[in-house]
């Protein structure tokens, strides 16, 4: 493949001629988990030191709705692992192998478990919003696959981990793209809250429209009610079973035998519950 002018083919990929490849262990001063707790979940409290497990990780984010937490005691039995502002945490181990978020005030002091790695990088040289960004990107979940046996994502050690190749541009650039890329993520968040309140107010609409609550113009017939077995409705309403007004009717699994392809007519096509989507109301 050509490479055009200004870049470089690197074992990352290609990438400006200003960038370094690096391994990951010389940028950084801390590559290491902690441990579960002598007595396990019977030692969590209500309030102390943050306790970061896997489920606590997302993708960029911190899930803390269910944060647990330890004592004093506890947490100086492993203080090697103490949480500092900045680290950044990587799911190390099971089906949620690959997820890295940034540490923050909220859980600075804190510790992890040994499913969560921390990263501690030199700051001067690599910054660690960049890091985040880049582990997440395909070609940091790239590596991490690589070391997956047979692609069944089992778990990465610490030599692994600061085995990884990072593209490292100045520490003026990687700051930009990490603010630019977190940007682009609030961004998304935003939208994300905007559609969920879309959301909130179509179910309450349909809440109200489908029970008569609520009438459309030329419909309110003086908003009189009845009460019945589903509760008040309009009384120019009627109220029915199902079977009254639809039939009913069940397919089956065809023999794939059976599933004969021409050119003419193409497959029939078969629904199957997989087909339908089913979204909840939002809670």
């Known amino acids: 493949m050509e490479v055009k002018p200004g870049y470089k083919q690197t074992d990352v990929g290609v990438i ?28 969590y409290t209500e309030s102390g030191r943050p306790f970061v497990r896997s489920q606590n990780i997302g993708n960029a984010c911190l899930l803390l709705d269910d944060i647990a937490f330890i004592d004093d005691q506890t947490h100086h039995t492993f203080i090697t692992t103490e949480i ?3 680290d950044v945490f990587l799911n190390i181990t099971g089906a949620s192998i690959g997820r890295s978020a940034l540490a923050d005030d909220r859980v600075a002091g804190g ?31 790239k590596q991490i696959d690589s070391f997956q046996a047979g692609g069944n994502r089992q778990g990465l050690n610490f030599g692994q981990i600061r085995s990884f190749l990072i593209p490292i541009p100045s520490p003026v650039e990687q700051y930009a793209i990490a603010t630019a890329l977190s940007d682009v993520g609030a961004l998304l968040t935003s939208l994300d809250q905007i559609i969920a309140k879309k959301r909130d107010i179509k179910q309450a609409a349909m809440q109200a429209l489908l029970t008569g609550k609520r009438r459309l ?67």
């Open 111 to 141: 510790n992890v478990n040994q499913h969560v790695c921390i990263i501690r990088t030199k700051v001067n040289r690599l910054d660690p919003k960049y890091l985040n960004y880049f582990l997440l990107s395909d070609a940091g979940q």
């Open 217 to 283: 113009p030329g419909f309110d017939n003086g908003m009189r009610y009845k009460d019945t077995e589903v509760g008040s409705i309009p009384e120019d309403w009627t109220l029915y079973t199902i079977g009254d007004v639809a039939q009913f009717s069940g397919g089956a699994q065809p023999d794939r035998s059976h599933f004969i392809f021409t050119p003419k007519s193409g497959y029939i096509r078969l629904v199957q519950i997989r087909d339908l989507l089913c979204r909840k109301p939002h809670q």
């Open 84 to 86: 500092e502002t900045g």
């Open 16 to 43: 400006p001629d200003d960038w370094e490849q690096a391994c990951l262990g010389d940028n950084t001063i801390k590559v290491g988990s902690g441990i579960t707790p002598t007595g396990g979940e019977a030692v």
